[in-house]
Nanobody, 123 residues
Framework: QVQLVESGGGLVQAGDSLRLSCAIS????????LGWFRQAPGKDREFVAA????????SYADSVKGRFTISRDNFKNTLYLHMNSLKPEDTAMYYC????????????????WGQGTQVTVSS
């Protein structure tokens, strides 16, 4: 049984940085894509970033490109999202997810999800 557990969210001010973590257990990650999505109140869940578990390829939403960096530690089975220059519009629940589809930006292609961690950015 695949489990993903996010941590690291919190309340920060605009311009601050934050690092989210996602601990992954169960299943096999060899051909997996790991992604971050976010959902603000009243809005649809949206793609943030994704990375292959093996290799260097990654993908970012235009809204976070240049500010956020996705990375993973293969030995610790942990996914990260480094968020810099945070803006109030980044406020959302952030979810990590695992997919078999390569670098998909479609939430429907992700089979496993964490419970989410809240990020709130004040102006």
């Amino acid at each position: 049984q695949v489990q993903l557990v996010e941590s690291g969210g919190g309340l920060v001010q605009a311009g601050d940085s934050l690092r989210l973590s996602c601990a992954i257990s169960g299943g096999t990650l060899y051909r997996a894509t790991l992604g971050w999505f976010r959902q603000a109140p009243g809005k649809d869940r949206e793609f943030v970033a994704a990375i292959l578990w093996i290799g260097s390829r990654s993908s970012y939403a235009d809204s976070v490109k240049g500010r956020f960096t996705i990375s993973r530690d293969n030995f610790k089975n942990t996914l990260y999202l480094h968020m810099n220059s945070l803006k109030p519009e980044d406020t959302a629940m952030y979810y990590c997810a695992q997919a078999a589809a390569m670098l998909s930006v479609d939430a429907g292609r992700y089979e496993y999800w964490g419970q989410g961690t809240q990020v709130t950015v004040s102006s």
